[in-house]
């Protein structure tokens, strides 16, 4: 099964729980996957369009879903997926 | 108010990269323990990834994020949060710092101005997504055991 990497500030909704395995196909269902078993951070994951929020990044190992085939990027039985918020601030 | 601990070195390391990386915002992630409080006992510079604007924002790279999880999990400590300064600014969340913060993180900011250490406060978002100050204590704690 994959395996999802949930984010230290995520994991308040997921009863502390690091990581998450499932059996799905593509990088959006396995998100999908996440959010019915942890119903608390759907919104945290997607925006009123069930698109995944902006604010956040996908990792497949090293490299962003973004330069493979985004939230249809396939997963196999033994990848490593990231949840990666947006870290950013500043006096402006 | 919530408390927050960190260790005198945790705070000398901090503000000795925050001064060096003066008049930029410098920024890192910081370590520890969270139980009833949240004990820091290190941190970990990351480079300021925003070259257009860098006396006024920061920005992490998504691959630095992943490889602080990674080192939290490896090193078995939590990744408690993000510490960075305000370059001639007070040591207060800005509008940018509210957008981009996230639940359950603490955020640390460090006032520098003229390039010493003016203040430091640490902030953390509550349930209505409002920053709240959090208290900050010393602690004596090198390396804290579950």
């Known amino acids: ?92 | 108010m919530k408390e927050v601990k960190f260790t005198d070195q945790a705070i000398e390391e901090m503000h000795k990269h925050l001064v060096a990386s003066y008049p930029h915002e410098g920024c890192g992630f910081f370590y520890g323990k969270i139980g009833d409080r949240k004990e820091i006992v290190e941190i970990r510079e990351v480079e300021n990834q925003n070259k257009t604007n860098p006396e006024r924002i920061f920005e992490i790279a998504p691959i630095d994020y992943v490889k602080a999880e990674r080192y939290a999990i490896e090193n078995d400590l939590d990744l408690i949060g993000v510490y960075h300064s305000h370059p001639d600014h007070p040591a207060v969340p800005s509008a940018t710092d509210l957008k981009f913060a996230q639940p359950n993180f603490s955020y640390v900011i460090v006032s520098i101005v003229k390039g010493e250490v003016a203040a430091t406060s640490s902030w953390t978002l509550n349930e209505a997504n409002k920053f709240i100050q959090e208290q900050r204590r010393k602690t004596n704690n090198k390396r804290l055991k579950n």
């Open chain 1, 1 to 92: 099964m994959a395996k999802i990497i949930i984010p230290t500030p995520l994991r308040k909704f997921t009863g502390n729980q690091a990581s998450f395995e499932t059996n799905s196909e593509t990088v959006y269902d396995a998100m999908e996957a996440l959010a019915a078993a942890f119903p608390e951070i759907q919104k945290h994951l997607f925006d009123d369009q069930s698109q995944i929020r902006n604010f956040l990044r996908i990792y497949l190992g090293d490299e962003d879903i973004n330069v493979l085939d985004k939230e249809k990027t396939s997963l196999k039985a033994d990848d490593v997926l990231s949840i990666i918020p947006a870290i950013a601030g500043g006096k402006n």
